[in-house]
């Protein structure tokens, strides 16, 4: 199975950027879909974005809708989150995720890095 492995999270001021990095141990399939969630305390975990892994058809969650940006490097079998204008609220631990099927469920979803934690101070 293919391990996903988060990096780039940390701590930024409100209206700052980050970006977070998801490394794959392989290349994942041309057609599986490479997702984004995260999780808040006491939340459940939400998605925020996804992409085929050969490119096209991204799509994010209204609530980072034109402030987040996920793109690929298919040569280094990364995945990026650009996040930009980032809000308090975006405060969470992030995962990557790999799956097969086009969706925004999380149980779909069968692989899953370990997370990385982003911080927004208001």
């Known amino acids: 199975q293919v391990q996903l492995v988060e990096s780039g999270g940390g701590s930024v001021q409100a209206g700052g950027s980050l970006k977070l990095s998801c490394a794959a141990s392989?290349?994942?399939?041309?057609?599986?879909?490479m997702a984004w969630f995260r999780q808040g305390p006491g939340k459940d975990r939400e998605f925020v974005a996804l992409?085929?892994?050969?490119?096209?058809?991204?799509f994010y969650a209204d609530s980072v809708k034109g402030r987040f940006t996920i793109s690929r490097d298919n040569p280094k079998n990364i995945v990026y989150l650009q996040m930009d204008n980032l809000k308090a609220e975006d405060t969470a631990v992030y995962y990557c995720?790999?799956?097969?099927?086009?969706?925004?469920?999380?149980?779909?979803?069968?692989?899953w890095g370990q997370g990385t934690q982003v911080t927004v101070a208001s």
């Open positions: 995720a790999r799956g097969e099927q086009y969706t925004t469920d999380r149980e779909a979803y069968n692989s």
């Open positions: 392989e290349r994942p399939y041309s057609r599986s879909v």
């Open positions: 992409t085929r892994y050969r490119g096209g058809s991204e």
